[in-house]
Structure formats: C-alpha cells, structure tokens
C-alpha cells in the first residue's frame, strides 16, 4: 500500500495502468484532441475549400471520407468540427464543476439558510428538464462557441454541488480542519487545500463524464439548428445538414456520428477507469 | 407512512413556486420580451400599436403582477394563449399528450421487459458471450447521440431494407393499426435504448449484490427449487432500488421525447415544444415548461413512496 493520498496523480496512474480499456481510450482520446487540434496542419484541405470538381462525392482516395454537398472535404470538416465540439465539452465540463464546485463549498461552510437556499436552488434546477430548458435558452443566446459552453456548463453543476457540499460537511469538524482554521486558514484555503483533494475522486470523474454529456448535448443543439453556426463546422451541425441527403449519401451522415460515439465512449470508459482508480474502496478485490 | 407522504407533498410547494418563478424569469428574458415575437422585428411598427398589444397581452403591468396573474391562471389551469395558433395552451398540450404518452408508454414497458430479462441472464450466466456482447452493446447504448441513433436506424430499416416507415404515425390513405404499430417501433425503440442499457446493467450488479445474501441460503436450506430462490427471492429484492429508478428515469424520457419526436416526425409535446420555439410561441413554451417540471416532481415523489412500499425495512418517522 503506498503512502499517497488516494487523489494523488501517481496513484492515479497507477490505477489506470490496471484498467487497460480505460487506458487505450486515454490513448484515443488524447490522439483524436491532438489531431482536432491540429487541424491546420493535420487537414489536407482548408475547411471551407469548396471541390466545384467533386459535389457530394462518396469517399475516394482523395477525399477518403468524401465530400458534402458544398464539395468540402469530410474528413477536413471532421477534424476542424472535433476541434469545437472537444472545445466545448472541456470548457462546458469546466464550468460546469468549477460552478458546482463553488456552489457546494458556500453551502457547506455557510450552512443555516445559505445551504437551505443553495440546496433548494439546486432542487430546482434538477426539476425542470434539462433538455428543453437548454433548448430555449440557447434559441435565446444566438450559438457562438461561448454562449454554448455558458449555457451548458451553467446547467450541470448540480451533481457536483451535492458531492462537494456532503464533502465539506463530513469534513469540516475534523480536527485538523478545525487547527487549520484555528491557524488563520480562511474558507478558501480549507477548500483548496483540503476539500478539493479529498473530493477529488468523484470530481475528476464527473468532470470526465460532463465533457462526454457536453459533448452529445452540443450535437443534439446543433441538430436542431441551435447549436454553433455554419461554415465553422461541428459534429452536430455536419449531422443536421447531412440529414436531407441521408438516404443518398450516407457517408455525411455515418462519420460525424461515429466520431461522437468514439469519444464520448472513450470518455465513459476514461471516467469508469478513474472511478475504480480514485475509490479507495475498489482497491480490495470487491469482485470475485 | 401517511404522514410521511403529506410532508413530502408539502416539501413539494416550495420546489413548485421556485421552478414557477424560473420558468416566469427564462420567458422575461426573452429577447424583445415576450411580445417580441408577435410583432416580428426589422420592420417599422406604430407605437400605439406596440401599446395596445401590450396592454391586451398584460405586459404592461410591474412584472410581479403580472407573474402573480400567470401563476394563479396555470393553478386554475390556464396556461394562457398561444401566440402563433391564438388557441389556449392547455388544447395544444392536451392534443399531443396522447401521442407522446404513447411513445414513452411503449418505449418504457419495451425497455423494462428487455432490460429485466436481460439483466436476470447476465447476472445468472456471467462473462458468457452474451453477457459480454450485452454490456458492450449497453456502453454503445450510453455513449450514442439519440438523434444519431434514430438517423441510422432510418436509413438501414426504412431506406435501404424498407421494411419501416420512415417517420410518421400513419401512411396517408393506408391508415390500419398494423400500419400505425410499424410507425410506433422505430422511434420507440430509439427511446427505449438508453434504458435498456441502464437498466439491465443496473439489475446485473443488484442481483450480483444480492446472490451472497443469508436469504437466499435460508432459502435454498428449506428446500426451495433453485427457480424459486431466484425467480422469487433473488430478483424481487435486486428489483427494489430499480424500480425507484425506473420512476426517475420517466422523468427523462421527457428530454429524450423532444430528440426523438423530432428525428421521427413523431406529433407529441416534444415537437410541439421545438416548433414552438422556431416560432417563438412563449406561452407553449412556458406552459410545456411547467408541465414537464410538474411530471419530472410527480415521479420522484413516486420513487420515494414506491421505495418506502416495496421495501418494508424502510420506516419513515
């Protein structure tokens, strides 16, 4: 047993190490956000680089997933589209925690009627349908890559703000929280240095999880017409404009929706991974 | 238990008021306001005109009045007018609720039988192909975008087999309810998917959880067959915390109608919930708000007291 906390990035690792699909969709992951990211030099193609040549064309050795009914590369389109949609799913999940984060701490350490209200704000938020409400409200924002990561970071703090505030409960009379305090350390510095490390487990994996949820909750926007706005290409908004040509030209339709699939499987598996690395109690053998 | 259910029905007001005073502040900030949409933008409209229009629609009055008139008009039922069709919004949700009560009534009972079944095989025959090909398919399941989902299945059944109507709830002028049961399967079945998958994995770990239990020695002790300290024992315990669960999950099936209905054509709330909003009919808007709010509160009370009556170990002081 070593001596590291359970939250620390070499027991991190060491747990990933045993979890092998977690691993490999790490390894995906970080291969497909580098290649996304890279898309300038990675692309062969500019993203808006119209084939008059080859309208609509199924794949070829030059544009092997095809081209879209402007005569654009596919596969271009797929690597620039995967730089936002990642964007947005990490800055979405960012904000998304961080928010929770915030809301969980205040409510824990304020208690009485900040944590009343808090919590019941949080009830609310959890009531109304999440799908819907972010519907209206991104008709509402115009869809740039910012009002995106607002609106579906700002609403899906909840989860977090329950696992932090019971954190910050169960943790705040403990002894060497109360010395702390007793030191001269403020409310933010216990956050920082004692209530986000040990709730690190269950933050970094819903951090993980929401990029996943953000990711899938963009493409559903963008199906709609509500989500990031042509030409900058996302999964979703190649989706919802290849939904007319479906029948003839499946292949518009078939690789933006596997790209989704890929990543947010690799996330899931990325977060359920984590999960067992971070839960000290995964570390005996649970299962027979 | 009694006392139980009125304080939990009473904790439910305050919820209500809140998601009411949500719902009421979303439609406020309604670019232009809520009249905005009425009288269209980038075109010259004369200024009494603008008045009587607010005037007739209220929304001249401070915004507590007239958030007070609102509330207590959807308390008696009056979910107000819809802007785009001048009908009342309570006949606009009461047309559709059929078709969407429809939709997730099929598509819930289709994923409790699947998953139940499943779940029970996966956990009596661990790591067999299929329980493996099972909980493969359950993260594919997780991790699809519905609407991807949906577009796939189109284009394999209905595009390239033709053995399914594309979308739709009926083929114009061949109206059966064969032909009305062809339309129900795709999108039912889309819906049902995620469930299917969270449920049947969620029965496997519970009945896997429960197979070391005394109860089922004591059972097997005084002789029951193995089919019944299964059957019986086994997964009417492992089904408790699912049925909880289930109830949760009704409330999103809402969010998976709007997706769903969409994708299918499919003429229940969630598409009248998207045409409203390219329409910009807030009152539709507000009121398929508030009533799936309502539906998602009811549901988890109904979690709670099914968990409480299920499971008998459950006191409530």
Redesign the interface.
Known sequence: MSEAAPGSTANIWRGLRKHRIALLSLVILVGMIAACFAAPLVAPYAFDAIDLASLRHSPTFTHWMGTDELGRDVWTRMLYGGRVSILIGLLAALVGTGLGTLIGSVAGFYGRWVDNALM??T??A????????L???S??SGAAVFSMVVIIGGLSWMATARVVRSEVLSIKEMAYVVAARGMGATNWTLVVRHIIPNAMGPLLVGATLGV?NAI?IE??LS??GLGVQPPTPTWGNM?MDS?AT??SK?WL??FP?LA??VV??A???LGDGLRDALDPRATSPVRR | MGTYVRRRILQTVPLIIGISLVVFGIIQAAPGGPEGSLLGTGRFVDPQVILSYRHRLGVDQPIPIQYVRWLGAAVSGDLGVSFATTRPVVNLIVERLPATLELMASSFVFAAIIAIALGIYSALRQYTTLDVVATGVSFLGIAMPVFWFGLILQLVFSVKLGLLPVAGTETVGATSLADHLKHLILPAFVLSFRNVAGWSRYLRSSLIGVSAADYLRTARAKGLTERRVIGVHAVGNALIPLVSIMALNVADLFSGAVITETVFAWPGIGRLFVQAMFARDYPVLMGILLMGSFTVIVFNLLADIMYGVLDPRIRYE
């Open positions: 019941r704000v009830d609310v959890y009531a109304i349908p999440t799908l819907p409400l519907i209206l409200l008709s509402y996943g899938m493409s559903s199906f709609l989706l939904q479906m029948a499946p339709t078939i929706g989704i699939l947010v499987l996330i899931n598996f």
